[in-house]
């Protein structure tokens, strides 16, 4: 007798890329807004990304439900460590319980493919890549969602990343200007949407310094 | 020898041996390939001196978009053609198949080819299989009878309509007809109108996309619009361009001799001739 396999499922997948890039002193962040489900278009307008600290940025792609509940958990965390520590988090405390809150789901995960982006104590550029359970690694760029494995080959040629196995340590963070690390998300999310139907409609693209957050949005190919 | 060798059905086609096979090995987990679905929004419509059909250009291979600008309007006579929906492969064997067994039959009969024989043809064959030609079609054309309009089913049905709609996009482009569709459209309005159903396809099906293709079939006359629009250029081309400078690293060169070189001495005598 074989098993009876579940014809109704939790999750759902909407879509969508993030890519973010790390810089000597800057961080950029970049996520479409497009929002799907199956062959249909939920929304053209719906942003990714989303602001957990002053200097850490969180881009989701995934099941969005779920991806609401995570930063709703991490909101409320960081609100508490606000009071007991009276500062914000840093960027790889944030990614830490980034971490720590996805596994405490191991056994029935958020499906979300989360890029967190920001700057870290000393002031350079910083970004973690993770899995939908929470397994996570600083990188120097990253890319997650549907049009990922169209992205991440072109920013490995462009930004290549030294083996974290290689001694001396070597800085990931890329020596491309600010204007110059824009100029290739916008390429490389220009080329995503010609061949990922999930990828479109508005690019949204936030660049994290010392001194603020500045926002950008592009038109992409609304096909 | 393999004592298992498939047979292969005396007059050729399809053998159904392996499927309780293949039925077990999907039990046990193993996914089937994927096939080219072309998505697709594909439409046509009766206006005032004959058929306009039209469709898009996107051909996608699960989420990726294997080709952006492929063609969906089949020839299949000079006054008739087709329009193609479903698995890529399917839709061009099935139509270029029919269009020549149509050609053989013109040459036979002297006369031009009829619609209905084109639909007959292709219902036949598609019925035949069962549903597993996955092709959905609309054929169109003007013959002696005057301008014909039909949509068939990959299981083989049809249907004889003033406008239609197949492929993915089809709801959102049977939304725009049946807003908009009037009957004696002239030939200016019916283009505007197929074009817009398309589009429609296009931004709103994710399984649609790239440019809009148009035929015009009238009596003694089509016109194959290739590209008739085109909506969706790149958005973004970065000014300073890219290079790709870095080639394959070179980390280790080794000759290993595979045989063991052997001095020949001259020794002997010559040989005879």
């Not at chain 1, 989303?50 to 940025?57: G, N, T």
């Not at chain 1, 600010?178 to 660049?207: H, N, P, Q």
């Not at chain 2, 043809?121 to 609309?138: E, P, R, T």
Request: aromatic fraction near 8%.
């Amino acid at each position: 007798m074989t098993k009876q396999h579940a014809n109704w499922s939790p999750y759902d997948n909407n879509g969508g890329t993030c890519v973010a890039i790390a810089g000597s002193d800057y961080c950029v962040i970049a996520a479409d807004t497009r929002m799907s489900t199956g062959y249909s278009i939920l929304s053209r307008d719906y942003s990714k990304i989303h602001k957990l600290a002053d200097k850490a940025v969180l881009s989701s792609s995934g099941f969005q439900a779920d991806v609401k509940a995570l930063q709703k958990v991490l909101k409320s965390r960081h609100l508490i460590y606000q009071h007991q520590h009276n500062k914000q988090m840093s960027c790889p405390a944030m990614a830490q319980l980034l971490s720590n809150t996805l596994y405490f789901k191991r056994f029935f995960p958020y499906y979300a493919f989360n890029v967190l982006g920001g700057l870290d104590e000393e002031g350079k550029g910083c970004v973690f890549t993770y899995d939908a359970v929470g397994s996570y690694e600083r990188v120097g760029y990253g890319a997650q969602g549907s049009g990922s494995t169209l992205i991440m080959p072109f920013l490995d040629n462009q930004l290549k990343s030294p083996s974290p196995l290689l001694l001396p340590k070597q800085d990931s963070n890329t020596p491309l200007s600010e204007a110059e690390a824009v100029d290739l998300v916008k390429t490389v999310f220009a080329s995503a949407t010609e061949r990922d139907i999930y990828t479109g409609d508005k690019l949204e693209i936030m660049i994290l310094k010392a001194d603020g957050i500045k926002t950008e949005l592009m038109d992409l190919r609304k096909d | 020898m393999s004592q298992s060798a498939v047979d292969v059905p005396p007059k050729g086609g399809f053998s159904f041996d392996l499927c309780k096979r293949n039925d077990m090995l999907t039990q046990k987990g193993l996914k089937a390939p994927s096939f080219l679905k072309t998505g697709t929004t594909i439409v046509g419509l009766i206006f005032k001196d004959g058929v306009i059909l039209g469709a898009d250009t996107r051909a996608t291979e699960g989420p990726i978009v294997a080709d952006k600008n492929c063609e969906k309007i089949h020839y299949m006579a000079p006054n008739i053609y087709c329009c193609g929906a479903g698995t890529a492969a399917d839709t061009e064997a099935v139509t270029d198949m029919v269009s020549s067994q149509l050609r053989l039959h013109r040459y036979q009969t002297s006369r031009d080819s009829r619609i209905i024989t084109a639909l007959t043809l292709l219902k036949k064959h598609l019925f035949s299989y069962q549903g597993h030609v996955s092709a959905a079609l609309v054929l169109g054309g003007v013959d002696i009878t005057g301008p014909h309009l039909h949509t068939i089913y990959p299981h083989g049905s049809t249907d004889t309509l003033p406008f239609a709609t197949m492929g993915s996009g089809s709801l959102a482009a049977m939304s725009v007809f049946e807003a908009k569709y009037k009957e004696g459209l002239t030939r200016d309005e019916g283009i505007k109108l197929v074009a817009e159903a398309i589009c429609s396809g296009i931004f709103n099906d994710l399984g649609s996309g790239s440019n809009v293709d148009i035929c015009v079939i009238t009596k003694g006359n089509n016109e194959y619009l290739r590209n008739y629009m085109e909506p969706n250029p790149r958005t973004y081309v970065s000014s300073k361009g890219y290079s790709f400078t870095k080639k394959t690293e070179v980390l280790l060169t080794k000759i290993t001799p595979l045989l063991e070189r052997v001095e020949i001495t001259e020794v002997g005598e010559a040989m005879e001739e």
